[in-house]
């Protein structure tokens, strides 16, 4: 099996900052593309940050400039760095993970359980 574990969420004020974090564990093979996404209360799931396994990077229109996504492929980890929080970015953080596990020959989808980030005064 393959889990992902998040971390890293929290309250801060308008303008801070924070980092997430996203460890992948168990029978992986390869991790290709991992991406972030978050959840407002009433909103969809919205797609905020992508990253392939040769670090190419792609973001959503209202983070690019403020929030930065990395990856340490040795650690199967992905980093969400989040500056210049707005209230508007509150919302549940999930990242995703398209895994090939150890002796399989697909790519499956895995999530982590959601940290809550929170951007008040």
């Known amino acids: 099996q393959v889990q992902l574990v998040e971390s890293g969420g929290g309250l801060v004020q308008p303008g801070g900052s924070l980092r997430l974090s996203c460890a992948a564990s168990?029978?992986?093979?390869?991790?290709?593309?991992m991406r972030w996404y978050r959840q407002a209360p009433g909103k969809q799931r919205e797609l905020v940050a992508a990253?392939?396994?040769?670090?190419?990077?792609n973001y959503t229109g209202s983070v690019k400039g403020r929030f930065t996504i990395s990856r340490d492929n040795a650690k199967n980890t992905v980093y969400l760095q989040m500056n210049s929080l707005k209230p508007e970015d509150t919302a549940v953080y999930y990242c995703?993970?398209?895994?090939?596990?150890?002796?399989?020959?697909?790519?499956?989808?895995?999530w982590g359980q959601g940290t809550q980030v929170t951007v008040s005064l």
């Open positions: 995703r993970a398209d895994v090939q596990k150890l002796a399989t020959l697909g790519i499956w989808a895995y």
């Open positions: 168990g029978s992986i093979s390869n991790i290709y593309a």
């Open positions: 990253i392939t396994s040769g670090g190419n990077t």
